[in-house]
């Protein structure tokens, strides 16, 4: 008996080793946070119930990553691909704004860094993870046949060898080949798919600063101040709705009319999907301090920022985050989130 237990825990273990990394893997497969954490649960159980027949002619990583292929295939079999609001719809004119919502699972939804990207002493791995879990290249993985999208994840991501991915798929080297190829180019197309790539890591000093200097106007709601950090073409979001604006003009006039309860506000650093964020806590009127609003993620550019997504669902979003359901009025020490 003692020796079932050992073995049950060392094989708890081991599969747990690899949870980061699976769930980086599902995570780009889904575009879903809540869907690749209950996919790679799934591949832990179907390994555990099926280890016996695990004959140990491929890794267990490479058996791993075989069961969670099919977990997302079966998944995306329906034929869903989550989206940006501007995947979806033109820009909305300030005039004509209007918070419309759609269902959860229209929307590509945000990770938390240290759900998805596992630690590594690789600066060159780092950067690769980190670029393949922000928004515009998760957008446009999402507009890929399901089986190309693994394909590129697995070679272009993860490095596999083009026989590794044929034997994971069942398929043949050609036929991966070919539909690397084919991801390549619809990739190629999204012109947007490279838009935050100037985003560093770690950040340098000029991006510290654009941060310190957001934060700032953010938090004094300071809209001249605001304009002068966006790009002539920023973008702003607010999954669920369908809402998106275009330009500095409509952006802060939508915050200083529909969005003028958010003056006032205070901002938490968090890391997501591979770039600078803040949990955003407006004033609660009722109970005093602030309360949950926003995941805002950020994309930066030649010294600008070019996207602003704000994430609503805030009961979903704090808790999978680790932050505070609610902030005291005198919180400026609160460190959680950072």
């Known amino acids: 008996m003692s020796n079932g237990t050992a073995t049950t825990t060392q094989l708890e273990e081991q599969l747990e080793k690899y949870r980061v990394e699976l769930t980086g893997y599902c995570y780009r497969m889904l575009g879903s946070s809540f869907e690749a954490e209950d996919a790679v649960q799934d591949t832990m159980v179907r390994a555990w119930r099926s280890y016996e027949?695990?004959?140990g002619r491929s890794s267990l990583r490479s058996w791993l990553y075989r069961i969670a292929t099919n977990v997302c295939l079966d998944l995306l079999a329906a034929g869903n691909k989550r989206a940006r609001p501007m995947d979806l719809s033109e820009a909305t004119p300030l005039a004509q704004a209007a918070l419309s919502p759609r269902p959860?699972?229209?929307?590509?939804?945000?990770?938390?860094?240290?759900?998805?990207l596992p630690t590594t002493t690789d600066p060159a791995e780092a950067a690769v993870a980190k670029e393949s879990v922000r928004l515009a290249f998760m957008a446009a993985l999402q507009q890929l046949?399901?089986?190309?999208?693994?394909v590129l994840i697995l070679r272009e991501?993860?490095?596999?060898?083009?026989?590794?991915?044929?034997?994971?798929?069942?398929?043949?080297?050609?036929?991966?080949?070919?539909?690397?190829?084919?991801?390549?180019?619809?990739?190629?197309?999204?012109?947007?798919?490279g838009a935050e790539a100037a985003v560093s890591d770690p950040l340098d000093e000029e991006q510290r600063k654009l941060l310190e200097r957001y934060v700032a106007a953010f938090e004094g709601y300071?809209?001249?101040?605001?304009?002068?950090?966006?790009?002539?073409?920023?973008?702003?979001?607010?999954?669920?709705?369908?809402?998106?604006?275009?330009?500095?003009?409509?952006i802060t006039g939508f915050m200083t009319t529909l969005g003028a309860a958010c003056a006032g506000s205070r901002l938490l650093p968090v890391e997501v999907n591979g770039l600078p964020g803040?949990?955003?806590?407006?004033?609660?009127?009722?109970?005093?301090?602030?309360?949950?609003?926003?995941?805002q993620v950020l994309e930066i550019s030649e010294g600008r920022i070019t996207g602003f997504h704000c994430f609503l669902d805030t009961k979903r979003w704090f808790p999978l985050f680790g932050l505070p359901l609610h902030l005291e009025a005198e919180s400026d020490q609160v460190e959680e989130g950072a």
């Open 53 to 55: 027949k695990f004959e």
């Open 222 to 250: 300071d809209m001249t101040a605001l304009t002068a950090l966006l790009h002539e073409d920023a973008v702003m979001t607010m999954p669920p709705f369908d809402l998106w604006l275009l330009g500095p003009s409509d």
């Open 157 to 193: 991501v993860l490095a596999w060898k083009a026989s590794e991915v044929a034997e994971l798929l069942g398929t043949s080297v050609a036929s991966v080949n070919s539909a690397l190829q084919r991801a390549r180019a619809t990739l190629a197309e999204r012109a947007d798919s």
């Open 278 to 295: 803040f949990a955003h806590y407006k004033p609660d009127e009722e109970a005093g301090g602030f309360s949950p609003w926003a995941v």
């Open 145 to 150: 046949p399901p089986k190309q999208r693994a």
């Open 104 to 116: 959860d699972h229209t929307w590509l939804e945000p990770m938390p860094d240290a759900r998805v």
